[in-house]
């Protein structure tokens, strides 16, 4: 309820930066299907680190590595990886793990923040043409969503959602847990979804049935580029917290899998201000290639928002 009556308050609640490219940046091994969730194995202490970094910038929420830890995800793997844990559940360890690593960060800054659950695509983030079939999103986001709420998340995002199906689907299977809920979309910066549906479209289906999630957003967008499409989404779901956290651009560097377009945290906070004054964001942050510098950036924004 404190969540919730924070995205309402006017007064935006600041999400961390990322981890899966920090990790990265840092050395971690980040190969797919796992990704970022590998380093719950190998790197915890890394982890935990970023977490501790990011609260130390004045971040009020921190986001568990849980982006890739879906059971297909886990079982694309090689089993190698799980041979200490041969019993079921070990994603649900994985989960807890990841939770209770963000909540260590947390709790050891003396004050109040909360910790929140990732929900990402079944596939990948930037292929609408490989989203599975209804009957597999509605089973394994319940499943991921049942597992994050077990873990004790105080707040479920789905984030990254690039077609209207799956975002439905998840946001539908989250809302079963009782969890305040954030739906996020991935969009092209010019008013679609990368399905190619339109950000209305995606609004008006988030809000058609009742409970609907606690705000909408956008995420994993250039910053450069997500300013447009944040204002679409405001002025189809009047009234709706909106949460925003944008990424450093789509330029990689192969080597590395690093976004590498330069935005500097003091350009982001730049930025993040026009979002703001467009009014109605709940829930405000950062995306790919950020650090917990750019969480200090949006740190000095809020705190000077509204005087």
């Known amino acids: ?34 990704w970022s969730a590998r380093a719950l194995r190998d790197s915890p202490g890394l982890v935990r680190a970023i977490h501790a970094e990011n609260v130390a910038a004045g971040a009020d929420v921190l ?18 990886f799980f041979l200490e844990r041969k019993k079921e559940g070990v994603g ?23 910790v929140a ?33 077990g873990a004790g998340c105080d707040l479920i995002l789905v984030e990254t959602m690039n077609t209207v199906r799956e975002l439905v689907a998840a946001t539908r299977a989250a809302l079963e847990t009782g969890c305040p809920i954030v739906a996020s979309m991935v969009t092209d910066g010019r008013g679609r979804l990368l399905s190619g549906e339109p950000v209305e479209e995606a609004a008006r289906a988030l809000l058609a049935s009742s409970p609907h999630p606690d705000a909408i957003g956008i995420n994993c967008v250039p910053a450069r580029a997500i300013g447009a499409d944040l204002d679409r989404l405001r002025a189809a779901a009047p009234g709706m917290p909106l949460a925003v ?6 330029a990689l560097d192969e080597a590395k899998g690093l976004f590498t377009e330069p935005v500097t945290p003091d350009a982001y906070a730049r930025l993040a201000a026009g979002w703001l004054a467009g009014g109605g964001i709940g829930l405000i942050g950062s995306c790919c290639g950020t650090t917990a510098e750019h969480t200090s950036a949006l740190r000095r ?7």
């Open 1 to 34: 309820m404190a969540i919730r009556k924070a995205l309402h308050s006017g007064r935006p609640l600041l999400l961390d930066a990322a981890m899966g490219t920090e990790l990265a940046r840092r050395g971690a091994d980040t190969r797919p299907p796992l």
């Open 63 to 80: 986001t568990a590595n849980t982006f890739r830890l879906h059971s297909r995800n886990r079982r694309e793997e090689d089993e190698g």
């Open 92 to 114: 649900r360890d994985l989960i807890a793990l990841a939770v209770d690593l963000a909540r260590q960060a947390a709790r050891e800054s003396g004050r109040l923040i909360s």
């Open 117 to 149: 659950g990732s929900i990402a695509p079944l596939e990948d983030c930037y292929r609408p043409d490989l989203v599975p079939s209804d009957a597999s999103l509605a089973r394994e986001h319940r499943e991921m969503a049942g597992a994050l709420a």
């Open 245 to 250: 956290y944008a990424n450093t651009g789509r």
């Open 301 to 307: 924004l809020l705190d000077g928002y509204g005087k």
